[in-house]
């Protein structure tokens, strides 16, 4: 039974009017990047912290966690930074399980309204940095155990999607899997991580556009020639045209310089809106980028709920790249340089992903879109009924038009600290102390900036991890 008064309808009519729902603090996350650009990692971290509640709150904790992790592990605060990634694991995978029920029960609102538990693509990274963490921190066990959990979690989405998303498989996971197992000495395992990296990398780059690094498919060949196997050998030389004669000799130690480049690609909302009256109509489709942008648009279609008859409104998200002017590096020192190989492209990942995945959560929005209009009409109806008023009825309706459109929004939340790729650079060094010099360029080869990495210790046999972070 449906009994409410005009005081009641009144109120609520003015309370939904004055809803600004934004799904992403575009001012913070502006002044985040801004300290990331300079470098100012740690007060980037404190900044975080300091928002906890204000620019996360209870339903995005993993991205406060992601967040915070991130700008830690880029200003070397590397267990705190793995405190935290734990925390995101935690977070991750009580969220996922729960999300069926909670996605049910949020059909009428908004996906904004259940806990963010992260595309699955950020949760794999979770354990890559975790892993980089712990090598920067001189603990390689670590480090496997990171490595053997991204590859437990890459199985497990094999199993769960089959053949049906594009993201089952990560080829720098792969790739930073094998040179950790061959820092270890564990030849096989490495072997096997370097072909499944050439196999995701083959795969996976019609998908993304990564081409197989040229270093890996030395170390499948020379991992490959260490442990006997002419098969392998065979057809890793044939399907990627190089021959044995110039795969490059195995190097007294190695330096591993990562550059995170660029800002990730951020989600922005595409609407889509229909209303019309008894002798005019509006259809209207836009991107909405930004809050201010946002707002004002939000305030039109809400005018339109109020002066339209009918209104149907829909949102749905989908990526957009940041642009920068650094593209690639080179690592040299007075007798060797090395360039710089895309080794991870997040950005592509990420559009694909949710390209994957849009289908249903188009179906999901205009189900709820259908729902809210049908509900609309019935509960208006239903009190005009009971009041005798039809003035009354329309309110209600009107009520329940500016609620729906104030209300129905893009999930626009991601990883926003994320990089857009991540570039590699291999230097191949004697065992000792050196230093480095890496420089930066654009696309058209014009150098951007240089700087030089100090007392960077190469020891016998093993490869030692540089990072670096380019946001310009």
């Known amino acids: 039974m449906i009994t409410l008064g005009k005081s009641k309808l009144a109120g609520c009519l003015l309370a939904v009017c004055i809803i600004v729902a934004c799904a992403t603090n575009n001012a913070y996350y502006n002044n985040l990047n801004g300290l990331t650009a300079q ?15 204000d620019a996360y709150g209870e339903k ?50 908004s996906d904004t309204m259940r806990p963010y538990y992260g595309e699955d693509f950020e949760r794999a990274l979770i354990n890559i940095f975790g892993a980089l963490n712990y090598l920067m921190l001189g603990s390689p066990m670590e480090a496997l ?17 089959g053949g049906k998303n594009k993201y089952k498989e990560d080829p720098f996971a792969r790739y930073l899997m094998g040179m950790i197992y061959e820092n270890q000495n564990q030849i096989n395992d490495a072997f096997i991580s ?10 996976g780059l019609k998908a993304y556009g990564m081409a197989a690094p040229r ?3 030395n170390d499948a060949l020379r991992t490959a020639q ?4 002419s098969d392998e050998i065979r057809d890793i030389t044939r399907a990627w045209n190089i021959s044995l004669e110039k795969l490059p000799p195995a190097s007294e130690g190695e330096l591993i310089v990562l550059d995170y480049n660029g800002f990730s690609a951020e989600k922005v909302e595409t609407i889509f809106e229909i209303a019309f009256g008894k002798a005019w ?3 209207g489709a836009m991107t909405v980028k930004g809050g201010e942008q946002a707002q004002v648009e939000q305030a039109g279609a809400i005018a339109r709920s109020i002066l339209f008859d009918e209104q149907v409104r829909m949102a749905f998200p989908k990526y957009e790249r940041v642009p920068y002017r650094i593209t690639r590096f080179r690592v040299s020192t007075p007798d060797i340089e090395a360039p710089s190989e895309v080794v991870d492209d997040i950005s592509a990942i990420a559009v694909r992903s949710l390209d994957d995945r849009i289908t249903r959560v188009r179906v999901r929005t205009i189900a709820r879109a259908a729902i809210k209009f049908a509900l609309a009409h019935k509960i208006s109806e239903k009190v ?5 008023n039809a003035a009354l009825g329309w309110l209600a309706k009107k009520a329940l038009s500016v609620a729906s459109t104030a209300t129905e929004h893009a999930d626009l939340r991601s990883w926003r600290s994320l990089p857009d790729k991540i570039l590699m650079s291999r230097l191949p060094l004697y065992a000792g102390v050196h230093t480095v010099t890496v420089h930066f360029y654009d696309d058209n080869g014009a150098e951007m900036q240089s700087e030089t990495l100090k007392d960077i210790v190469i020891k016998p046999g093993k490869k030692t991890f540089a990072i670096i972070r380019t946001a310009q």
Not at 61 to 82: C, I, P, Q, T, V
Not at 146 to 157: G, M, N, P
Not at 384 to 388: A, C, P, R
């Open 281 to 283: 109509a509006y259809a």
């Open 215 to 217: 270093a890996l498919i």
């Open 60 to 109: 995005n904790a993993l991205l406060f966690y992601l967040d915070k992790a991130m700008l830690l592990h880029l200003g070397g605060n590397y267990a705190e930074s793995n405190d935290c990634f734990e925390q995101a694991k935690k977070l991750a995978e009580q969220y996922f399980t729960k999300s069926v029920t909670t996605e049910a029960s949020t059909l009428l609102v």
């Open 226 to 229: 260490q442990l006997g196997f």
């Open 145 to 161: 155990v990171e490595a053997r959990q991204v590859d437990h979690f890459l199985t497990t989405l094999q199993v769960n999607y």
């Open 194 to 203: 370097y072909r499944q990296a050439l196999d995701a990398y083959k795969s």
């Open 384 to 388: 005009e009924e009971q009041s005798g």
């Open 39 to 53: 470098g100012r990692y740690l007060d980037a971290a404190t900044l975080i912290e300091q928002s906890k509640h």
